[in-house]
């Protein structure tokens, strides 16, 4: 089955505690992304990749990072995570470019930083 | 920078009558996509229905058509009959042809559909 998958799908943490949140595709996608979600503000992009090793900051980058190693995975990484990236995460993936190569998404990991 | 507006951060409908989400966006692009996805309580990002931005022809899966006015910056979403199932979070998506792929979201549209 073709998908997106997130873990840990929910995490509860302190201030200052590093956490990673792993995303993997099994689409052999190029394009990969996360996203936040919070409320009345709708999704905004974290940060993206276009493919292997190749990574861009998205509008709300500050406080995180991503690497890109392989093709189909892309962790995201809060090195000393604070109550402000409490939100609803989502990873998502799709292959480059045209309308028809939609975006998949994961399930989302519900994150809350104490 | 390309902003998209949902006016409504509520909305509700009898189940089988017809309700119209609307959507504004912000862009000076030509060439773009526009999207609407739904996000029910299990917090599943779902595409309902796409269009590209050179076609006049407005899209339509099944009970969901869209009214694209290119002109006016506009993108309404139409459901009709609808159906329990079809309450949920719905999000308009804007997204440039080429550069970064990123989708630039509404703050959302919660529809409550009544029995």
């Known amino acids: 089955e073709a998908q997106v998958t997130q873990n840990p799908r929910y995490l509860i943490t302190v201030t200052g505690k590093k956490l990673t949140v792993t995303c993997s595709q099994n689409?052999?996608?190029?394009?990969m992304s996360w996203y936040r979600q919070d409320p009345g503000l709708g999704l905004r992009q974290i940060y993206y990749s276009m493919n292997v090793e190749v990574t861009d900051k998205g509008d709300v980058p500050e406080g995180y990072k991503v690497s890109r190693k392989e093709k189909r995975n892309f962790p995201l990484i809060l090195e000393s995570p604070s109550p402000n990236q409490t939100s609803l995460y989502f990873c998502a993936s799709s292959r480059r470019q045209g309308i028809y190569n939609e975006q998949f998404f994961g399930p989302g990991t519900r994150l809350t930083v104490l | 920078a390309q902003t998209v507006t949902q006016s409504q951060p509520e909305m509700s409908v009898q189940e089988a009558e017809t309700v119209t989400l609307s959507c504004t966006y912000d862009t000076s692009e030509s060439d773009y996509y526009l999207f609407w996805y739904k996000q029910p309580p299990s917090r599943q990002m779902i595409l309902v229905i796409r269009q590209e931005a050179y076609k006049q022809q407005n899209a339509t899966e099944n009970r969901f058509s869209v009214n694209f006015q290119k002109a006016a910056k506009s993108f309404s979403l139409k459901i009709s009959d609808s159906q329990l199932g079809d309450a949920a979070m719905y999000f308009c998506a804007y997204r440039r042809q080429g550069g970064s792929e990123k989708l630039v979201f509404g703050k959302g549209t919660k529809l409550t559909v009544n029995p």
């Open positions: 689409m052999n996608h190029e394009y």
